[in-house]
């Protein structure tokens, strides 16, 4: 099982480019959930997906949107990057609906020119 | 909706100490608690958790408690080691998505 992953691993953008961002799991998950990090404030929910088929915003989901393609994979989209989205982003999954171990990708260094 | 809060952000102990980081949380409806490191440029791992019918949790040399009534869960390591090193963060779920703390900078110093 390779468990979580995410391509690329690291990406420069110019201002107003777009990209997306893949993420997959081969565990079987239900759920998957889409985090930026940015220095000294934590993990903040972007999007998540509770089920195949289904999104839901997080914290913080403007400038982004998200596909769940199938149950293994979930993808991010900036459709016009903006310096405020120079960021690490990880993506996790869990087995079931709520409330287990998250399981996260080695994570994607973003950054925005 | 949940707001969770950590203490202090940066932690320095002596090799062999014990440190302790504090969480509280906002929404009385949260019941799980997980605790995760992350080492530099690494992903974050889970290395205990606890559910709100436990008030207090054992693993080897970590340990978390619970406080339901005040709305707090602290992080209890003891006999730290160098490779302890790393930044801790805190979470609450309010059910399908986990809220983190802004996180805690731990240096284990030998």
């Known amino acids: 099982n390779a468990g979580v992953t995410q391509t690329p691993k690291f990406q420069v953008l110019k201002t107003g480019q777009s990209m997306t961002l893949q993420c997959a799991q081969d565990m079987n998950h239900n759920s998957m959930y889409w985090y930026r990090q940015d220095p000294g404030m934590g993990l903040r929910l972007i999007y998540y997906s509770a089920s195949e088929g289904t999104t839901d915003k997080g914290e913080v989901p403007n400038g982004y949107n998200v596909s769940r393609l199938n149950k293994r994979e979930f993808s991010l989209r900036l459709e016009s990057a903006a310096p405020s989205q120079t960021s690490v982003y990880f993506c996790?999954?869990?087995?079931?609906?709520?409330?287990?171990?998250?399981?996260f990708g080695p994570g994607t260094r973003l950054l925005v020119l | 909706g949940e707001n969770v809060e950590q203490h202090p952000s940066t932690l320095s102990v002596q090799e062999g100490d014990s440190a302790v980081i504090k969480c509280t949380y906002s929404?009385?409806?949260?019941?799980?608690f997980p605790w995760y490191k992350q080492e530099l440029g690494k992903r974050p791992q889970l290395i205990i958790d606890?559910?709100?019918?436990?008030g207090e949790k054992k693993d080897q040399r970590i340990a978390v408690t619970l406080n339901k009534t005040a709305k707090h869960f602290s992080l209890h390591i003891t006999e730290t080691q160098p490779e302890d090193s790393a930044v801790y963060f805190c979470a609450a779920s309010d059910g399908n998505k986990l809220v983190f703390g802004a996180g805690t900078i731990l240096r284990v110093k030998s």
């Open positions: 996790a999954s869990i087995p079931g609906r709520n409330q287990e171990t998250q399981y």
């Open positions: 606890i559910r709100s019918n436990v």
């Open positions: 929404d009385s409806a949260s019941n799980y």
